[in-house]
């Protein structure tokens, strides 16, 4: 199961912890984590392009990221990040796990 911990502070998303697998399919032909890791990488890339400093950590099965500036931009991009993977649970499910987290 893929976990996406989204990051809030102030009623609006600022970051997230994006790990595991979907488990949906063998690796390599997992629809679920080829759509996850396509939407990480757009957001990261929007979040670039408007000035909303997201902070990168990418390990094994692990990416992470945090935005310092902008808040109500990079709260809305986010914000279409969790509407994305609520889609994808919906049509996938047991799939992903998506929470929230108070920083």
Do not use: W
């Not at 679920?32 to 990488?41: F, K, L, Y």
């Not at 990261?44 to 990418?58: A, G, H, I, T, Y």
């Not at 945090?66 to 990040?81: F, G, H, K, V, Y």
């Amino acid at each position: 199961m893929i976990r996406a911990e989204l990051y809030e502070s102030n009623g609006l998303l600022n970051g997230f912890r994006i790990s595991g697998h979907a488990g949906y399919a063998e690796k390599g032909n997992d629809v679920v984590c080829a759509a996850v890791s396509s939407a990480v990488q757009l957001i990261v890339n929007l979040l670039n392009e408007f000035d909303c400093e997201p902070q990168m950590s990418v390990e094994d099965n692990v990416v992470e990221c945090r935005t310092s500036a902008s808040p109500n931009t990079a709260s809305a991009m986010l914000e279409q990040l969790k509407l994305h993977f609520e889609t994808i649970l919906e049509e996938f499910p047991k799939t992903i796990k998506i929470t929230i987290s108070e920083v």
